[in-house]
């Protein structure tokens, strides 16, 4: 709390808080919400309103235990996700050295389902692995790349998953296309996930086409699927 000796004095000397001062004397708008970062280790959820005429008002909501115990589920999350990488690499390995043999056919499918099985739980793990470093603030390798070929590896990684759900997955891409600046995993992943995603509300007998094409002076992919689609009434709350 401010003391009454502070009274009068400029607030940026009476409370020597960087993020705070710079959430009330650089804001432009009438109402500011923002996270900051105190000197002291806590964190706040912000609030400031531009009273007109009066003043400003700022409300702080110590959220310092929502932090952390959010961390501490991330680090376990992560934790268990990289612990099970390597019994699945082992499963995978052996799975792998049985597809090499002469098996039975039904054996043969067995094993195929294995593999399939624990590269999809490989994937997986890597996506949670991802997002751990994205929450540390990890920036991912930016490179120029190729988009076709990009989305072309993940219709190839999905085409499994389509063929069991009875939906036909393809590409079609337009070349040339000219090379992009980004990361190619993260670029992969964010693919992958759209193809999935439409390929989990595609009824079998459906279609899931992969589109990328030069608009303008840009690269631009699409999804497209014969599924459902959005209910119109919860397009408004995307």
Do not use: C, W
């Not at 959820?45 to 961390?71: M, P």
């Not at 039904?106 to 692995?129: F, P």
């Not at 337009?174 to 600046?181: C, F, G, K, S």
């Amino acid at each position: 709390a401010l003391s009454p000796a502070s009274q009068g004095i400029d607030l940026a000397q009476s409370l020597p808080e960087a993020a705070l001062n710079d959430l009330i004397y650089n804001s432009a708008k009438d109402v500011r919400q923002k996270q900051i970062d105190l000197a002291d280790g806590r964190v706040m959820e912000a609030s400031l309103t531009l009273i007109r005429g009066v003043g400003k008002v700022v409300s702080l909501h110590d959220v310092t235990t929502f932090k952390k115990l959010d961390k501490l589920k991330s680090d376990f999350v992560a934790s268990v996700a990289h612990d099970l990488k390597s019994p699945l690499g082992v499963i995978y390995g052996f799975a792998f050295v049985l597809a090499e043999m002469k098996l039975p056919e039904d054996a043969q499918s067995y094993v195929d389902r294995i593999i399939h099985s624990t590269t999809r739980m490989r994937t997986l793990i890597d996506n949670i692995l991802d997002l751990g470093k994205i929450e540390m603030g990890v920036e991912a390798e930016m490179e120029p790349l190729d988009f076709g070929t990009v989305a072309g590896d993940a219709v190839a990684g999905m085409t499994d998953l389509a063929n069991e759900k009875g939906v036909s997955l393809r590409a079609q891409i337009q070349p040339p296309l000219p090379m992009v600046h980004g990361a190619p995993a993260r670029l992969g992943q964010a693919v992958s996930n759209l193809i999935g995603n439409a390929l989990k509300f595609t009824p079998a007998g459906g279609s899931v086409v992969v589109s990328a094409a030069v608009e303008g002076a840009d690269v631009v992919a699409r999804v497209k699927d014969t599924g459902p689609g959005i209910p119109p009434a919860l397009i408004p709350k995307l």
